[in-house]
């Protein structure tokens, strides 16, 4: 089987956790975890990070940390994992759904930036959805006119970077340096991984004092067990950080890692008539965080159908975001942009993605290639 995804621990990972394991530091005190925050905050161009433990709890401290009002609309695509949406409910916010942008399957963000006059609106949530960079300069505008927090999720993007000309002289910069604060998840298919973890990355000392105060149960600063709000234990373990701490030291090959990976599927299926790649747009260094492909309606298959099929080749795949302007349990939690979200039902139904661990060999993506073709045709 080619799994759709498979980590490489191949560098001090082992080394760094027995350490832990011999020195007793194993909780979420230590230097891994200072060093992991060090380093991924300045890989993404930003001051400080807060680890967490996962992607999802980044989002939520995020958002508690940028200061979200109870009861406002958070802007964010539908196409995406439901943890944006969570982050919002959990604070008492109301996701606001747009739709997608067809080339990238990121957020349409005209849409969005057309909602952002609105008084209710506190926050916008780009995706930098598959490893490529949402368009954000509209954003920024709109944001910084209207008072919106531009909230980034670089769970897929750890090393992308965007084109903005919203400041002059335009500038590349990574996915994660823009807006109030950003948030990351270190799951174990992510680029950079931790196994379980997350980080919340920002500029601002309000929003870091925030943010390791709502990670670690709002202790008190003067009396400890007098609580100043309501917070999580959403602590991130020094064991973990010790295996960030490894990743980081080779980010750079890992993410070119990925990028070789989409250049051989590119290779293996640019020619190939019915399928679509992930294009760059020319303000956008993708990652490719999974080699994303979407179907053309004329191709005469769905996407259920062809990764059934690849699966009797011994291929692993995943289907595409189902929105969460679809999801029942979100029914009563969203509110849905005028206009729906046609576009992110139908990428649903043709696209998945294909084997992208930073594990795979040339050979497997050309054993992947030849099995897509040969499902195309059948
Ligand atoms: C875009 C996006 N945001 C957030 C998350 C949540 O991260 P985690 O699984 O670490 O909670 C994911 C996870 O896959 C994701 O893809």
Known sequence: MIPVNEPLLNGNEEKYVRECVATGWISSEGQFIDRLEKMFAEFCGRRYGVAVCNGTAALEVALYAAGIRAGSRVIMPSFTIISCALAAIRLGAIPLLVDMEPATWCMDVEQAARLMPRTDVSAVMPVHIYGHPVNLDP??????????????????AHGAEYLSEYRSPPQWKKCGSFGKVAAASFYANKIITTGEGGMVLTDDDEVLARARSYRNLCFGKLERFRHEDLGYNFRLSNLQAAVGVAQMERAAELVAKKRQIADWYHEELQAVAGVRLQPAMPWA???????????????GKKAVEVMEALKSYQIGTRPFFMGLHAQPVLRQYVEIADGGCPRTEAAYEYGFYLPSGIALTREQAHTVGEALKKVLRQ
């Open 139 to 156: 954003l920024l505008a709109a944001g910084a006119k209207h008072n919106v927090a531009i909230i980034e999720d670089i769970a897929e």
């Open 285 to 299: 260094h993708p990652v490719y965080w999974m080699m994303a492909v979407e179907l053309s309606r004329d191709a």
